[in-house]
């Protein structure tokens, strides 16, 4: 990636960062603004804002009008985030304390309640004459990101998971968000249906490929650099994707040992990659990562070629953290 494209996702992240900052909630107390402005101030990636902005600036749109669109999928990401910590147990969120951890449950549910509420209510500034396909769009969204939350629930119990059944839960959970804001985006922009559909699907396998790219770094990274608690996953019983293709590669009756051996494990991340590198479970996770990012380069071919250009470098910025 150029210095030039780095510098300016970095720049849309600083907009990004300022106009969250700016949003209104004068109306709302400040037992709920408090830690609703807590999470929205927080330091994040803002990955899919950046894409609203790259995908309907490159399309023809203007910033202004791309704007509300932004900050609503970002609203929503921070609400999920505020209820999956909750689900999770987890202590560090974006490099700081979750909110039910700094404040407690219930302030954080209604925390979670109010930012859905607040996402709506900024989306529906976007001037546009498909403002009511937007709004669509945006609803169902939420619904299957909650759809995709309780699939990953309910495979807790299971020993083993069908491959096709969890890329489908994390495009439903992760996909969902980065394929809507490229959708809106491209509507913004009036973009023709095939195009419209074609980021998103861009969007939906960017969004998996970085999905078990967490799944990865949940075992290998620095919990600091990653700024959110690590480990709770193998702890709940999670299965990602690396623990997938190890169970999925083992006999019914050794599945058992193995999940033992993870939760035994859970604090000692070392030795679970050193078993799992052992079983060619984190060379599969690693193919698949590269082939979903693939994947999502070939649905650039027919776009513009500035925009194929900045989407690509963001592919490349994604594909290289470490955090």
């Given at each position: ?6 510098t300016k996702i ?14 209104d909630l004068s109306?709302i107390s400040s ?14 990636k803002?990955l ?5 902005l ?8 203007s910033?202004?009008n791309?704007?509300p ?12 985030l ?12 974006r490099g700081?304390?979750t ?19 607040l ?14 396909q937007?709004g ?11 759809d995709?939350?309780?699939?990953d629930l309910?495979?807790?119990k299971y020993e083993?998971?069908?491959?096709t059944d969890y890329?489908?839960m ?21 973009a023709?249906?095939k195009?419209?559909n ?11 490929a970085?999905q ?20 709770s ?9 690396p623990?997938?293709?190890?169970l ?6 050794q ?8 939760k035994a494990n ?15 479970s ?17 649905r650039?071919h027919?776009m513009p070629d500035?925009l194929?250009?900045?989407?690509i470098?963001?592919i490349?910025l994604i ?5």
């Amino acid at each position: 990636m150029s210095v030039n494209s780095g510098t300016k996702i970095l720049r849309l992240k600083e907009e990004i960062d300022r106009e969250l900052s700016k949003i209104d909630l004068s109306g709302i107390s400040s037992e709920l603004a408090q830690p609703m402005r807590f999470s929205l101030n927080a330091k994040a990636k803002r990955l899919r804002p950046i894409l609203v902005l790259l995908v309907g600036e490159n399309l023809g749109a203007s910033r202004k009008n791309l704007m509300p669109a932004a900050l609503a999928i970002e609203i929503m990401h921070t609400f999920t985030l505020v209820h999956d910590d909750i689900m999770d147990n987890d202590t560090i969120r974006r490099g700081q304390q979750t909110v039910h951890v700094k404040w407690n449950v219930n302030t954080a549910i209604l925390t979670g309640d109010a930012l859905m509420a607040l996402a709506f209510r900024v989306l529906m500034q976007t001037k546009s004459e498909r403002l009511d396909q937007i709004g669509t769009h945006f609803s169902q969204a939420m619904l299957e990101i909650c759809d995709g939350q309780a699939f990953d629930l309910a495979y807790e119990k299971y020993e083993e998971i069908d491959l096709t059944d969890y890329l489908n839960m994390i495009a439903h959970k992760t996909g969902r968000l980065l394929g809507l804001a490229c959708q809106l985006a491209a509507i913004i922009a009036g973009a023709s249906p095939k195009v419209v559909n074609n980021l998103y699907l861009f969007g939906l396998e960017l969004g998996q490929a970085f999905q078990i790219q967490d799944d990865l770094l949940e075992l290998t990274a620095d919990q600091a650099e990653m700024g959110k608690s690590l480990g709770s996953d193998l702890t709940a019983g999670k299965k990602t994707f690396p623990i997938i293709m190890a169970l999925n590669e083992l006999p019914a009756g050794q599945r058992a040992d193995l999940l033992n051996f993870l939760k035994a494990n859970a604090g000692n991340r070392r030795a679970i990659v050193q078993q799992l590198t052992k079983r060619g479970s984190i060379q599969q996770t690693e193919a698949m990562i590269a082939r979903l990012f693939k994947n999502a380069r070939e649905r650039l071919h027919n776009m513009p070629d500035q925009l194929q250009s900045d989407l690509i470098n963001l592919i490349e910025l994604i594909a290289g953290r470490q955090s």
